[in-house]
């Protein structure tokens, strides 16, 4: 079965970098996508970064130009490098993987399976 286990997490501050971490098995990323959501206290959880079977890749305004995903093809480790954090990062960062929506589906269901997230703190 598919299990995502993420690492990388801890306490920064402002203006500093993290690199998070997610192990993949027995998930077949070339039928469908994986990202990174995050959940703010008192938030939502929202995407952060989305990176599809072919690289191609998707980021939250709010991240853009400091984030970066990324994902290792042979080993299926997904990766979100974080640059210039501020305060506002602060969350649990969720790694998740889509699942097509049925055997030999062209179509892919988001966020089907997903890791116990790291925490990730930025202080000013």
């Known amino acids: 079965q598919v299990q995502l286990v993420e690492s990388g997490g801890g306490s920064v501050q402002a203006g500093g970098s993290l690199k998070l971490s997610c192990t993949v098995s027995?998930?077949?990323?070339?039928?469908?996508?994986m990202a990174w959501y995050r959940q703010a206290p008192g938030k939502e959880r929202a995407v952060v970064s989305r990176?599809?079977?072919?690289?191609?890749?998707n980021y939250l305004d709010a991240v853009k130009g400091r984030f970066t995903i990324s994902q290792d093809n042979a080993t299926k480790t997904l990766y979100l490098q974080m640059n210039s954090l501020k305060p506002e990062d602060t969350g649990v960062y969720y790694c998740?993987?889509?699942?097509?929506?049925?055997?030999?589906?062209?179509?892919?269901?988001?966020?089907?399976?997903w890791g116990r997230g790291t925490q990730v703190n930025v202080s000013s």
């Open positions: 998740a993987a889509d699942r097509p929506a049925y055997v030999g589906s062209r179509y892919c269901i988001r966020g089907q399976y």
């Open positions: 027995g998930y077949d990323s070339s039928e469908c996508g």
């Open positions: 990176i599809s079977v072919d690289g191609t890749t």
